[in-house]
T-cell receptor, first 115, second 114 residues
Framework: AQTVTQSQPEMSVQEAETVTLSCTYD???????LFWYKQPPSRQMILVIRQEAYKQQNATENRFSVNFQKAAKSFSLKISDSQLGDAAMYFC????????????FGGGTRVLVKP | DVKVTQSSRYLVKRTGEKVFLECVQD?????MFWYRQDPGLGLRLIYF???????EKGDIPEGYSVSREKKERFSLILESASTNQTSMYLCASSLLGQGTDTQYFGPGTRLTVL
């Protein structure tokens, strides 16, 4: 079974600075997708960024970018120019391509943004 | 915008009660999911459904059942609630098919079983 591990329960960052969240996963598959979801306090979870395993290029969405290291099974999220609205729980998730749309989530990392 | 709604934000029930959690989505999505979220464990899949009257067990189905009589509605049922089912429950929906289809989440129901 696939597992997703987020080793940082909580991270703190100063406004306007950069923070990197780590995620590692365990799989024997070669074709899969990886995601970062954001859950703001008392608000609905939303997708931040996705990565397809067969793509070498790291995904980027505005201030959010990933560092995908397939051989190391690592998928970190970098938040640049952090804003107060970035404060949230962040979840890394994995989906095997042939698994329908079933996601396996990590335990989450809480990001605190200091003004 | 996709909207996923859940019937209650907070719910308090007694041990042994039958509990219904309702989820409705308005985007004609085929897939619907129920997760429970616990600190440090992230989200764990309880059940999912890819069509009306179809359901499949997720990773932690014990103590739960589901019902999908209409495409837009997916219900989670706790037949006899227990204290270890105290948790946050999240519903999600998505389109059917391969690819990187986004899951859209509801606001969650925080269930406390006393």
């Amino acid at each position: 079974a696939q597992t997703v591990t987020q080793s940082q329960p909580e991270m703190s960052v100063q406004e306007a600075e950069t923070v990197t969240l780590s995620c590692t996963y365990d799989t024997s598959e070669s074709d899969y997708y990886l995601f970062w979801y954001k859950q703001p306090p008392s608000r609905q979870m939303i997708l931040v960024i996705r990565q397809e395993a067969y793509k070498q290029q790291n995904a980027t969405e505005n201030r959010f970018s990933v560092n995908f290291q397939k051989a190391a099974k690592s998928f970190s999220l970098k938040i640049s120019d952090s804003q107060l609205g970035d404060a949230a729980m962040y979840f890394c998730a994995y989906r095997h391509k042939a698994a329908g749309n079933k996601l396996t989530f990590g335990g989450g990392t809480r990001v605190l943004v200091k003004p | 915008d996709v909207k996923v709604t859940q019937s209650s934000r907070y719910l308090v029930k007694r041990t042994g009660e039958k509990v219904f959690l309702e989820c409705v989505q308005d985007m004609d999505h085929e897939n619907m999911f129920w997760y429970r979220q616990d600190p440090g464990l992230g989200l764990r899949l309880i059940y999912f459904s890819y069509d009306v009257k179809m359901k499949e067990k997720g990773d932690i189905p014990e103590g739960y059942s589901v019902s999908r009589e209409k495409k837009e509605r997916f219900s989670l049922i706790l037949e006899s609630a227990s204290t270890n089912q105290t948790s946050m429950y999240l519903c999600a929906s998505s389109l059917l098919g391969q690819g990187t289809d986004t899951q859209y989440f509801g606001p969650g129901t925080r269930l406390t079983v006393l």
